[in-house]
T-cell receptor, first 115, second 113 residues
Framework: GAGVSQSPSNKVTEKGKDVELRCDPI?????LYWYRQRLGQGLEFLIY????????KSGLPSDRFSAERTGESVSTLTIQRTQQEDSAVYLC?????????????FGPGTRLTVT | DQQVKQNSPSLSVQEGRISILNCDYT??????FLWYKKYPAEGPTFLIS?????DKNEDGRFTVFLNKSAKHLSLHIVPSQPGDSAVYFC????????????FGQGTRLTINP
């Protein structure tokens, strides 16, 4: 079946502009996660959705970052007034349910470059 | 505060030999550990996991060892194959609390023919 898909695959934007990143999880997966990976670093947790609610937003770096999810489907991550330090690969993952030890399936990521 | 650390950014191993990737963690509340493999331009894919109640889990050529007292885990790949060349991430999760995975920085493994 289809895996997790993300769009766009690459995005170049000017500092100060808003960007929206999209994630389509695997059908039927109730849990959805956003991570980011800066150059040379590991994956950094941003937010977790169970259904369309977000019980854990602890990783969002600032109030310029927000995310929403429609039902148990598409999620969008929005970054307002982008800064150069926002440049990273943004990865989305989904899993059949939340919880420790449940395998997360990752999408290919969106590479964001803020100039 | 890096709770999961992979201190070797890169590792080079000859084909057919054993590859050993190491990972250390600081949070004793971590209950479950996973290894992910990542090829360029792709998302990480799950490789193998281990619960804190075990000290070893084996799946084919891949074995993960957990030493809770040392807060250390390692991934052994034997025999190493060229297709194993990738970045390997160690990750940990809490039994209770957040559903997130805490990742290490990754180790780039190169298998030389």
């Amino acid at each position: 079946g289809a895996g997790v898909s993300q769009s766009p695959s690459n995005k170049v934007t000017e500092k100060g502009k808003d960007v929206e990143l999209r994630c389509d999880p695997i059908s039927g997966h109730t849990a959805l996660y956003w991570y980011r990976q800066r150059l040379g670093q590991g994956l950094e947790f941003l937010i977790y959705f169970q259904g369309n609610s977000a019980p854990d937003k602890s990783g969002l770096p600032s109030d310029r970052f927000s995310a929403e999810r429609t039902g148990e489907s598409v999620s969008t991550l929005t970054i307002q007034r982008t800064q150069q330090e926002d440049s990273a690969v943004y990865l989305c993952a989904s899993s059949p349910r939340g919880g420790a030890g449940v395998e997360q399936y990752f999408g290919p990521g969106t590479r964001l470059t803020v100039t | 505060d890096q709770q999961v650390k992979q201190n070797s950014p890169s590792l080079s191993v000859q084909e057919g030999r054993i590859s050993i990737l190491n990972c250390d963690y600081t949070n004793s509340m971590f209950d479950y550990f996973l290894w992910y493999k990542k090829y360029p331009a792709e998302g990480p894919t799950f490789l193998i996991s281990i619960s804190s109640i075990k000290d070893k889990n084996e799946d084919g050529r891949f074995t993960v060892f957990l030493n809770k007292s040392a807060k250390h885990l390692s991934l052994h790949i034997v025999p190493s194959q060229p297709g194993d060349s990738a970045v390997y991430f160690c990750a940990a999760s809490l039994y209770q609390g957040a559903q997130k995975l805490v990742f290490g920085q990754g180790t780039r493994l190169t298998i030389n023919p």
